[in-house]
């Protein structure tokens, strides 16, 4: 049987991916696929590209969240993005993968992004995943937007942020989907950050929900009550993944008897 793996986009509740993955490595269960948007399509090319989960774990919690900030307001979002795209090829750079290829992963892995010249959604299967990574978390209005050929990418969760649909495309046998997105927040924005994101997400909620149907088994980790950007709940998000996995491990297991 070929399982595939879709993860969501959810800014920092996009961590909750870790714990989900940790309990599957826990149980030997296999992934034949990574299918991922935004902070899903990071965790997922880390994953793909054969870096084990506990080391992307390490590497999440002790990197300072002001290292990823460099304001690029004149770069047509407010966090410019050199500073991630730098850290994420150094650390891949450590794990002696340099700027790997996409085509050439150790499980086969698709990032979404949306080109804003033509309104469509391009998905990476080739070329820099380094690149990949960088453009599919480029948030509108938050982080600068990624020139790549003549197209010019941004999150893929404007119009895919959960892409359940390419696993399927993909015949995967058994399909997970990780959801760590809410239609409606517990807590009221606290910045322009968040007031940006939370207008983003919610425009994004009606395809997101008709892509469940292409999932046999839905991880929802109870993150919804932690805000988009609160780095301080990083732990949190992750030990969440964790508890979500480990309540619906035996369903998963079902389908792979």
């Known amino acids: 049987m070929k399982v595939g793996i879709a993860l969501g986009g959810g800014a920092v509740r996009g961590l909750a991916h870790i714990g989900v993955i940790k309990v599957l490595k826990k149980y030997e269960i296999p992934i034949d ?30 990197t300072p969240s002001y290292r ?20 994420l090829i150094h ?8 700027d790997i290829k996409i ?30 990574i960088r453009a599919t978390t480029s948030v509108p209005g938050i982080f600068s937007p990624v020139h790549y050929q003549d197209k010019v990418l ?36 606290r910045n322009l950050f968040e007031v940006v994101y939370r207008s983003f997400t919610i425009m994004m909620t009606r395809q997101r929900r008709a892509n469940l149907k292409y999932a046999d088994v839905v991880f929802r980790p109870e993150v919804g009550h932690i805000l988009a950007f609160d780095t301080s709940k990083i732990r949190e998000c992750i030990d969440a993944g964790e508890r979500e996995a480990q309540h619906k491990i035996q369903e998963l297991m079902k389908f792979l008897e």
């Open 103 to 132: 085509e050439n992963l150790k499980i086969p892995f698709r990032a979404v992004t949306v080109d804003i010249i033509k309104g469509k959604v391009f998905v990476f299967d080739e070329g820099s995943l380094s690149l990949a």
């Open 68 to 87: 990823f900030m460099d304001l690029g307001i004149r770069k047509r979002g407010l966090i410019a993005g050199n500073k991630i795209y730098a850290m």
């Open 91 to 98: 650390f891949l750079e450590q794990k002696g993968l340099g």
């Open 33 to 62: 696929f990574i299918a991922g948007t935004s902070m899903g399509g990071a965790i997922g090319g880390l994953v793909a590209a054969g870096i084990d989960i506990e080391e992307i774990e390490e590497f999440i919690l002790s």
């Open 154 to 189: 941004v999150d893929g969760g404007v119009l895919n942020n959960l892409p359940a649909d390419l696993l399927r495309e993909e015949e995967m046998d058994v399909v997970i989907a990780v959801d760590v997105e809410r239609e409606h927040e517990e807590q009221e924005p």
